[in-house]
């Protein structure tokens, strides 16, 4: 190892960490070294090295010194933890590499602290790992889709709400598991989201299940996008709302059946009157009406009719696709006949 000033100057001012060792002890330790390790550099000469190895990487430390004693490669780096004597753990890199130093054998070690890499790692592993478990155990459906539209994972939700096994669901088009009648809205929307017109969305859809079933699902699309903001990925959460529509359904039938009891009431007591109507001007006529009183008669029993005759046209309207426009408070079928 060249010993001029300037380079020794160089060596001990560098902000990574090196040291020159032997397999039994250092024999040079630069500052940057000596602080990660908690020591002043003469103070750790003649220290053996492995009394800073992690105990976990001191086998894998030995076997590569010995690789290096025998006429090895430096090769890549090597990760190691260091321990300082405060008993802080060093995450590290380092290359070794055969020299001679002051005359004797040794090796020069390049030491990189990846520490903050090692912490970022860290937590991409425990965001991975959360996020799969979010995946895996959530109460709704979820699914991963190509750009192509076909779904590349699966999670149990949704091979339970779908009918399918997860390796099943797999590999199918969405197209596939959509109604007919929501296919075209799918497709659109992906592309616009590909396009980048719009980010997300939502929309309320069905599928089909495995066994011919319809399942009404309220869903979220977004994507995952590469460094440069490209797409490559969607990601799909759908909640399954059939049992919600079947009671929204239900409150609209029983709503309806609702109407119509209250309808019936109205048509029968209009109808009572109208038929009282009729009934006295019929024993009227069978009676005691004179010649002069049948013409007002007759007409009071055309009158009745004619409102008989509205009411059965306002009835057939029940039957209407618009029915239920006149259900509910406020909406009750109007029998009332205009100007009677």
């Not at 197209?175 to 809205?185: F, L, R």
């Not at 024993?283 to 009183?293: I, M, S």
Request: charged fraction near 25%; glycine fraction near 8%.
């Amino acid at each position: 190892m060249p010993q001029s000033a300037d380079y020794r100057a160089m060596i001990e001012s560098a902000p990574e960490a090196i040291i020159v060792y032997t397999p039994e002890k250092f024999l040079f330790v630069n500052a940057f070294a000596a602080r990660r390790l908690g020591a002043g550099s003469e103070s750790l000469i003649g220290h053996p090295i492995m009394e800073f190895v992690h105990p976990g990487d001191v086998g894998m430390v030995v076997d590569r010194i010995g690789q290096l004693v025998n006429g090895g490669e430096a090769g890549d780096p090597v990760e190691v933890r260091f321990v300082s004597r405060d008993n802080d753990v060093m995450p590290a890199e380092i290359v070794s590499v055969p020299i001679v130093f002051e005359g004797q054998p040794a090796f020069l070690g390049l030491i990189r602290d990846i520490s903050k890499r090692a912490a970022v790692e860290s937590a991409l592993r425990e965001s991975e790992e959360k996020f799969a478990n979010a995946f895996r155990q959530s109460p709704h459906g979820m699914a991963f889709v190509n750009l192509q539209g076909r779904l590349t994972k699966a999670n149990h939700a949704l091979s339970e709400m779908l009918g399918y096994t997860e390796d099943e669901l797999v590999g199918l088009h969405i197209a596939d598991i959509t109604h007919e009648d929501d296919k075209s809205t799918d497709l659109e929307q992906l592309q616009r989201i590909v396009s980048g017109e719009i980010r997300s969305y939502h929309r309320v859809k069905r599928y089909h299940r495995k066994d011919g079933g319809i399942v009404w699902a309220a869903i979220g699309v977004s994507a995952v996008h590469d460094a440069e903001g490209r797409p490559i990925y969607f990601i799909g959460q759908i909640q399954d709302i059939t049992a919600q529509r079947q009671r929204e359904e239900e409150r609209a039938n029983e709503q309806r059946r609702a109407g119509i009891n209250e309808t019936t009431i109205a048509v029968a007591h209009e109808m009572n009157n109208v038929l009282t109507v009729l009934m006295m001007n019929a024993e009227l006529l069978a009676q005691d009406a004179t010649p002069h009183e049948i013409p007002e008669i007759a007409q009071e029993i055309l009158g009745a009719s004619n409102r008989i005759a509205a009411i059965v046209r306002r009835l057939r309207q029940l039957g209407e696709p618009r029915t239920v426009d006149y259900l509910g408070k406020g909406k009750m079928l109007d029998l009332s006949v205009p100007g009677a």
